[in-house]
Every structure is written in structure tokens, then in C-alpha cells.
């Protein structure tokens, strides 16, 4: 109990101390930003900033922060350390850089920033790159809610039919203006999801039967798999998330002041982060081992995981808060994963999006294709989904780290996007080396790799802005 009040407190913290940090190497200004600029009625829209924090929120969390956390908490109490500090040092700076770098440059894609930023390979990559994990995205966020609902449904209502009801939503969420269905729904789905979270940490907070265990460096994972690298991509939304860097310039188009950033963008990671800390703590203290919660997850899944936990905790108020969070909440990214599609194939192909025929020309091929993929295995979506997260993650955090350095003149600002992005670059590395659907390779070739290629990455790092500050001196 001790370890997960401190972890709050250490979460609140860091975000009215080292994101203020970040925020002031940034540096925002009073300049125009793309909602009031451009401010085109579809993607341009200014938004108060209060319910630009809420979509953002809804934007990069989904259900991961609460199924990526139950899986994270197969590892023990330590996955409490990855949330907290994975956040403050990693996710949340992730978040706020993108989102900020993409404001400054018209709300421009991930894609668009790695070419300007890393060069035109980094750019043809990261389109294709995004895209890929973008249909992931709303490919797995089709399929799991569309795959509960009709659980609680007639039978001849089935999967099938949910999938095209849910692709259906996505069309008119895809569409029309960010104003019409996403700024309107978002804001209560949004306060939904906190609502759950708070309830959940309340019911192990005062009811006796639940005892949170206090953190541990010990792998207690039932499947005997490593904490290096395994929990650092299971646990994404609640830490540090590359899908992010794809959400990210939704609000950074909509925001209309940059002072607003710091509580949009690093703010809307800290309270995911929160809410994934109260679901990895609830997945052991209701079932009282990892071992039991590993059990769980496997017999009746995540959702159903957190439908026992919400019902037996809350009552059957808790059991429609579950149901109303594992449904909403994965069509509510699902649905922005296609959007941020359509505005990276937008910036490829320069099909201006005022007019709804352009619109329609991306989205409907984007939405056949996430159609024709839910007919694959959710579970090997599911994987691939998180190591390309994460991969996205470290590439969006090198691209942050050069914009510092071109742009700040203290040589030692890009130190809070080049350590994580050199972490993120050892965790991609050696996850693919190892993982099952990867190349299979034992720890005593996976260890070493991932670590040399984020020295390697690192030194590249410094090569370089040592090479930038010097003409700065000589100037």
C-alpha cells in the first residue's frame, strides 16, 4: 500500500517539476497556433484546453493502460517503478515533444517531423512505419470491443456484426471535423475512464479483503519471462507509447495557446499513467498472486478480468463502469489510429482534406484494409503491435532529440530525449531479437546487442551535437 500512495505522489510530482522542466527547454511563446492560423473546420479547430486534455487523454489511451497494465503486473510490484519513472522521464517527454514540435510545424505527422529532422530515409520509413502501426491499431481496437459486445448480446448479433458497426463509426469519426463526434464525445468518455480508475484505487484502498503489495525488484512472472525486455513492451500506454507520437498531432492542431502543452500533452500521459499504477496494482491485489492473475488473464482475458475485478470491487455499478471502459475506451483510439492515418496519407499524397471527397478517397481504402485484417489472430496483432509501439517510440524520441539540439543553445538540454530515446533503443533491439515473433535468439546474444546498439546510438548522439555546439563556440 505504502509503495503505491508514494507512487502516486511521485507521478503528481513529476509532473509540476520535471515537466515544467521540459517545458521550459521547449520554450512555448505567443505565437498563432495551427487552430487559430489555419483553423481549416475539419482538423484545425481551436478546442478549450481543458477538453483538448480529455481527447488527448482518450486519444493515446484506449485500453492500454488497463490491459497493458494487468499483463505488466504478471512481473510484480516492480512494474510499479517502470509506470512512475517510464512516465516522468520518458512518456510523458515523448508526448509533450511531439505534440509541441508538431504545433510548430502546422500540425505536421511523426512522419513529416522524421524527415525534417532525421533526413528523407527517416521520412519514406516513418510513413510506411506509422501507417503500419496505425492499422494495427485500429485494426486490434476494432476486434476486442466488437468481440465483447457480443458477449452481452443475442446470438445473432455476432462478432461479424459489431466489427461492421464499430468500421462504420470509424468512418463518421475518420470524416467529419474533429468538433462534431470526437470533441463532443471524448470529454465524458474521458471522465468515465478517470472515474474507473479512482473507484478501483478507492475499493483497495478501504476494502479489507485487498492488500497492495509493496514494490519489489523480483520477477514473479508465472510464465518465467524476463523483465528485460518483455515488461518494458508489454507495459506501453501506461509508460512510454510510440502510438502516442501518432495522437499527438490531433490536439497540437487544436490547441490554442502554446502554454497550453504542458497540461494537453505531458499532463494527459501523467494521468494515463496513474490509471495503468491503479489497474497493475488492482490485477494483484484482487487476485492475491501474479501466478492467480496470470490464470485469469488466461481463462477469461483481459476483459473479462477487468469485468470480475470492477464487479466484485464496485457492485454492478463497477460492472458497467467495466463494461462501458473496455468497450468505449478501445473504439475511442481505434477511431483516431484511422484519423491519424488519413492525415499522414494526406501529407504523402497532398490531397488537400477541406473537401470530403478527398477525405473519402483515403478513408475508405484505410477502413477495407482494417476490415480484411481483423480476420487475422488478435493475439499476434496484439504482439507485433507492441514492439512496432515501441520501436515508434524510440524513433519519435530521436527525432525530439534533434530538434533540441538544432534549437537550444544549453548543449546538455537533449539529455531528456536522448537517454530515453538510447533505453527505447536497447528495449526494440533486444525485444525483436528475443521475443517469439521475433528471431528467437537466447538473452546471451539479445542482452549484448541491445546494449551495444544504444551505445552505438548514443555516441552517435553525441557526435553529432558536439560537432553543432562547436561551430556555436567558434561563433
Same mark, same amino acid.
Given at each position: 500500500?505504502?509503495?503505491?500512495?508514494?507512487?502516486?505522489?511521485? +507521478?503528481?510530482? #513529476?509532473?509540476?517539476?520535471?515537466?515544467? +522542466?521540459?517545458?521550459?527547454?521547449?520554450?512555448?511563446?505567443?505565437?498563432?497556433?495551427?487552430?487559430?492560423?489555419?483553423?481549416?473546420?475539419?482538423?484545425?479547430?481551436?478546442?478549450?484546453?481543458?477538453?483538448? +486534455?480529455?481527447?488527448?487523454?482518450?486519444?493515446?489511451?484506449?485500453?492500454?493502460?488497463?490491459?497493458?497494465?494487468?499483463?505488466?503486473?504478471?512481473?510484480?510490484?516492480?512494474?510499479?517503478?517502470?509506470?512512475?519513472?517510464?512516465?516522468?522521464?520518458?512518456?510523458?517527454?515523448?508526448?509533450?515533444?511531439?505534440?509541441?514540435?508538431?504545433?510548430?510545424?502546422?500540425?505536421?505527422?511523426?512522419?513529416?517531423?522524421?524527415?525534417?529532422?532525421?533526413?528523407?530515409?527517416?521520412?519514406?520509413?516513418?510513413?510506411?512505419?506509422?501507417?503500419?502501426?496505425?492499422?494495427?491499431?485500429?485494426?486490434?481496437?476494432?476486434?476486442?470491443?466488437?468481440?465483447?459486445?457480443?458477449?452481452?448480446?443475442?446470438?445473432?448479433?455476432?462478432?461479424?456484426?459489431?466489427?461492421?458497426?464499430?468500421?462504420?463509426?470509424?468512418?463518421?469519426?475518420?470524416?467529419?471535423?474533429?468538433?462534431?463526434?470526437?470533441?463532443?464525445?471524448?470529454?465524458?468518455?474521458?471522465?468515465?475512464?478517470?472515474?474507473?480508475?479512482?473507484?478501483?484505487?478507492?475499493?483497495?484502498?478501504?476494502?479489507?479483503?485487498?492488500?497492495?503489495?509493496?514494490?519489489?525488484?523480483?520477477?514473479?512472472?508465472?510464465?518465467?519471462?524476463?523483465? *528485460?525486455?518483455?515488461?518494458?513492451?508489454?507495459? @506501453?500506454?501506461?509508460?512510454?507509447?510510440?502510438?502516442?507520437?501518432?495522437?499527438?498531432?490531433?490536439?497540437?492542431?487544436?490547441?490554442?495557446?502554446?502554454?497550453? #502543452?504542458?497540461?494537453?500533452?505531458?499532463?494527459?500521459?501523467?494521468?494515463?499513467?496513474?490509471? @495503468?499504477?491503479?489497474?497493475?496494482?488492482?490485477?494483484?491485489?484482487?487476485?492475491?498472486? /501474479?501466478?492467480?492473475?496470470?490464470?485469469?488473464?488466461?481463462?477469461?482475458?483481459?476483459?473479462?478480468?477487468?469485468?470480475?475485478?470492477?464487479?466484485?470491487?464496485?457492485?454492478?455499478? #463497477?460492472?458497467?463502469?467495466?463494461?462501458?471502459?473496455?468497450?468505449?475506451?478501445?473504439? /475511442?483510439?481505434?477511431?483516431?489510429?484511422?484519423?491519424?492515418?488519413?492525415?499522414?496519407?494526406?501529407? *504523402?499524397?497532398?490531397?488537400?482534406?477541406?473537401?470530403?471527397?478527398?477525405?473519402?478517397?483515403?478513408?475508405?481504402?484505410?477502413?477495407?484494409?482494417?476490415?480484411?485484417? /481483423?480476420?487475422?489472430?488478435?493475439?499476434?496483432? *496484439?504482439?507485433?503491435?507492441?514492439?512496432?509501439?515501441?520501436?515508434?517510440?524510440?524513433?519519435?524520441? *530521436?527525432?525530439?532529440?534533434?530538434?533540441?539540439?538544432?534549437?537550444?543553445?544549453?548543449?546538455?538540454?537533449?539529455?531528456?530525449?536522448?537517454?530515453?530515446?538510447?533505453?527505447?533503443?536497447?528495449?526494440?533491439?533486444?525485444?525483436?531479437?528475443?521475443?517469439?515473433?521475433?528471431?528467437?535468439?537466447?538473452?546471451?546474444?539479445?542482452?549484448?546487442?541491445?546494449?551495444?546498439?544504444?551505445?552505438?546510438?548514443?555516441?552517435?548522439?553525441?557526435?553529432?551535437? /558536439?560537432?553543432?555546439?562547436?561551430?556555436?563556440?567558434?561563433?
Amino acid at each position: 500500500m505504502v509503495s503505491f500512495v508514494i507512487a502516486l505522489i511521485v +507521478l503528481l510530482i #513529476g509532473f509540476f517539476t520535471y515537466g515544467k +522542466l521540459v517545458e521550459k527547454i521547449f520554450g512555448p511563446d505567443d505565437r498563432k497556433t495551427p487552430a487559430i492560423e489555419i483553423n481549416d473546420g475539419v482538423d484545425c479547430i481551436p478546442i478549450k484546453t481543458w477538453k483538448a +486534455l480529455l481527447i488527448q487523454l482518450l486519444n493515446i489511451a484506449g485500453t492500454g493502460p488497463i490491459f497493458g497494465a494487468l499483463m505488466g503486473a504478471c512481473f510484480g510490484p516492480v512494474v510499479f517503478l517502470w509506470i512512475v519513472f517510464g512516465s516522468i522521464l520518458g512518456g510523458a517527454v515523448h508526448d509533450f515533444m511531439c505534440g509541441m514540435i508538431s504545433e510548430r510545424h502546422k500540425g505536421a505527422s511523426i512522419a513529416e517531423l522524421s524527415g525534417i529532422y532525421l533526413g528523407k530515409p527517416a521520412l519514406y520509413v516513418m510513413r510506411v512505419f506509422s501507417i503500419l502501426l496505425l492499422l494495427l491499431t485500429g485494426t486490434v481496437f476494432v476486434t476486442s470491443p466488437a468481440s465483447l459486445i457480443a458477449k452481452l448480446t443475442p446470438d445473432f448479433l455476432g462478432n461479424t456484426f459489431w466489427i461492421i458497426v464499430i468500421l462504420i463509426y470509424y468512418i463518421a469519426a475518420t470524416l467529419l471535423p474533429i468538433d462534431k463526434v470526437i470533441g463532443k464525445l471524448y470529454p465524458v468518455f474521458g471522465v468515465i475512464l478517470i472515474v474507473m480508475a479512482v473507484s478501483i484505487a478507492g475499493g483497495m484502498i478501504f476494502l479489507p479483503q485487498y492488500t497492495i503489495p509493496e514494490i519489489s525488484l523480483a520477477d514473479l512472472h508465472p510464465d518465467n519471462l524476463p523483465i *528485460w525486455p518483455f515488461m518494458f513492451i508489454t507495459v @506501453a500506454c501506461g509508460a512510454i507509447s510510440g502510438f502516442h507520437a501518432t495522437q499527438s498531432p490531433m490536439m497540437s492542431k487544436c490547441i490554442t495557446s502554446e502554454k497550453a #502543452g504542458h497540461k494537453v500533452f505531458y499532463g494527459a500521459m501523467i494521468i494515463e499513467s496513474v490509471i @495503468a499504477l491503479v489497474w497493475a496494482a488492482a490485477g494483484v491485489a484482487f487476485y492475491g498472486s /501474479t501466478k492467480m492473475l496470470g490464470a485469469a488473464l488466461s481463462d477469461i482475458g483481459q476483459s473479462g478480468a477487468v469485468y470480475e475485478i470492477s464487479n466484485t470491487m464496485l457492485g454492478s455499478v #463497477g460492472g458497467v463502469l467495466a463494461i462501458i471502459g473496455v468497450v468505449v475506451c478501445p473504439i /475511442t483510439s481505434g477511431d483516431t489510429a484511422f484519423r491519424s492515418a488519413r492525415l499522414i496519407l494526406a501529407e *504523402w499524397t497532398g490531397l488537400e482534406q477541406k473537401k470530403i471527397r478527398n477525405r473519402l478517397i483515403i478513408t475508405i481504402p484505410l477502413l477495407g484494409i482494417g476490415a480484411v485484417l /481483423t480476420q487475422l489472430d488478435f493475439n499476434v496483432l *496484439w504482439r507485433y503491435f507492441s514492439w512496432s509501439n515501441q520501436t515508434l517510440a524510440m524513433i519519435a524520441l *530521436w527525432v525530439a532529440t534533434a530538434y533540441i539540439v538544432l534549437n537550444n543553445r544549453n548543449r546538455f538540454a537533449s539529455l531528456i530525449t536522448a537517454i530515453p530515446a538510447s533505453f527505447m533503443s536497447a528495449v526494440s533491439l533486444t525485444y525483436i531479437l528475443m521475443a517469439p515473433e521475433g528471431f528467437k535468439l537466447s538473452a546471451q546474444i539479445g542482452y549484448p546487442a541491445g546494449i551495444i546498439f544504444a551505445v552505438v546510438m548514443f555516441a552517435v548522439y553525441i557526435a553529432v551535437s /558536439t560537432r553543432k555546439y562547436g561551430k556555436i563556440s567558434e561563433n
